[in-house]
């Protein structure tokens, strides 16, 4: 066991953990910050995406030891009342259907618009591979996305 001093969401937290105990434990098992999702397990789906020093990355599979001293966002974090450009293209467009990969979806297309303000289709599509929905949301994610781009505020 070691301490990790972890800033989540703009908020310090102290974790006694294991070096190698995966992000996604840590935020949902001791943070209890359950938003993010455990998917595959093996960083495939992407439903464990979250934002490390504003990239997405997948919690999974990241050791707590990996990110000491830097800035860790959940969706809990992305928007304090949920009116995330993002969030708010994802209700205005419906994307989800069952919801369970739409936290690991928002914050991967978060990021991407961050970096990218005014990303083409192909970008859109290469920033979101890796994003898995079992449902096939994949058209309105698209749609959502180039909304919450085009409002300029994401």
């Known amino acids: 066991m070691a301490t990790f001093n972890l800033n989540i969401n703009g908020e310090e937290h102290s974790v006694d953990v294991d070096p190698s105990t995966p992000m996604l434990w840590v935020l949902r098992d001791h943070i209890k910050l ?3 999702k ?5 960083a495939q789906c992407g439903a464990c995406t979250i934002h490390l020093d504003g990239n997405a990355v997948r919690s999974c599979q990241l ?8 800035e860790i966002t959940t969706i809990e974090g992305l928007s304090e009342n949920g009116d ?4 708010k293209a994802w209700l205005e467009v419906d994307v989800p259907q069952c919801g369970y990969c739409q936290a690991g ?4 297309a978060s990021a991407l618009l961050k970096r990218n303000p005014n990303p083409s289709d192909e970008e859109i599509e290469a920033a979101m591979n890796g994003n898995i929905c079992r449902c096939g949301t994949y ?5 959502a996305i180039k909304m919450a781009a085009n409002s300029k505020i994401a």
Do not use: E, F, L, N
């Open 34 to 36: 359950v938003g993010t």
């Open 38 to 42: 455990y998917g595959c397990g093996i």
């Open 63 to 70: 050791p707590v030891s990996a990110v000491a001293d830097k």
């Open 84 to 87: 995330h450009p993002v969030q």
């Open 105 to 108: 979806q928002i914050m991967s």
């Open 139 to 143: 058209i309105r994610i698209k749609k």
